[in-house]
């Protein structure tokens, strides 16, 4: 690919990896994977805030980001009723896909169902880019939580189903496949934020490298230096992210589960206290 045609356009789709949780800036948004994808050297992307520090700056790749339609909480059934349409319509030459997490963490995981949606997915965004989609396999999310082993052996049994389904769609499709199975370990090479769930800054950065170096190898960005873990933030800016990442918690991802806690159980009482249904007809 001739990289002297000028930009190349790209739409994320997905959960909070995409979104950019875990990596927030001052003011209360967020940066992530994707803001140091399409930020270039100067860190400053089309849709984010200039760089508050030298620490922001992202990859030279030549990428424009059009659109980022992640949210936090998005399995990949609710990527395909309320992000698809919307990536499909906007013909990027990119679509990033990066999806699952909330699947395998979910009470029940249907890998069939979620086998099935994935594959609508990737192939109507597949006919969407001109130039190719981009996917991911799932990090192992439970090597940084605090799980019973049992609780963690049944995680991770999820996760190695789920990247089963992702690696074969994505074969199928002929996507670009960042395979997570084979980066550094979430839970030592400290690229995770206090949740321990979520990439912290340093994770973000290193995700975008991941990509940044797939699509260096098949030919869809300007070349660049190979992939490597970012040396960490100093302590300073280390501890005040960790506490932007919890102020950010607090007010985006606390009340809605509060509230749906409180819906659930009001809705508990309610079918307590009802007098049984009149099954004639």
């Known amino acids: 690919m001739d990289m002297t045609m000028g930009t190349k356009s790209l739409v994320a789709v997905g959960d909070s990896l995409s979104e950019g949780v875990g990596d927030p800036y001052r003011g209360g ?21 200039g760089p508050e520090t030298g620490l922001e700056t992202g990859l ?14 998005a399995t990949v059934a609710m990527l395909r009723r309320h992000q698809l349409d919307r990536a499909v319509a906007l013909a990027p030459s990119y ?16 890998v069939a169902r979620f086998e099935e949606d994935y594959a609508q997915v990737v192939a109507a965004l597949s006919g969407a880019a001109t130039d190719g989609v981009l996917t991911m396999t799932l990090h192992d999310v439970a090597a940084a939580l605090p799980l019973p082993s049992t609780r963690r ?6 996760i190695a189903e789920a990247n ?29 934020c206090v949740d321990r769930l979520h990439p912290n800054r340093r994770g973000h950065r290193y995700l975008a490298a991941l990509a940044g170096d797939v699509l260096r190898a098949r030919g869809g960005v300007a070349p660049g230096p190979g992939v490597a873990v970012p040396d960490q933030d100093p302590l300073r800016e280390r501890i005040a992210s960790g506490v932007r990442h919890t102020v950010w918690v ?3 991802l606390v ?14 009482r309610v079918r307590a206290s009802s007098p049984p249904a009149d099954r004639r007809w």
């Open 29 to 49: 948004g967020l940066r992530g994977w994707i803001h140091y994808l399409t930020a270039g050297p100067t860190g400053h992307a089309a849709d984010t805030p």
């Open 60 to 73: 030279e790749t030549g990428l424009e980001l059009v659109a980022n339609l992640a949210r936090s909480g």
């Open 95 to 110: 679509i990033t896909c990066v999806i699952g997490v909330n699947d395998v963490i979910a009470g029940r995981f249907d």
């Open 153 to 158: 052996a049944e995680l991770r049994r999820r």
């Open 164 to 192: 089963e389904v992702i690696e074969r769609v994505s074969r199928r499709h002929g996507t670009w496949l960042v395979d997570l199975r084979a980066a550094a370990r979430v839970d030592g090479a400290g690229i995770v």
């Open 250 to 252: 607090g007010r985006h």
């Open 255 to 268: 009340p809605p589960l509060v509230g749906a806690l409180f819906t659930s159980r009001r809705a508990g």
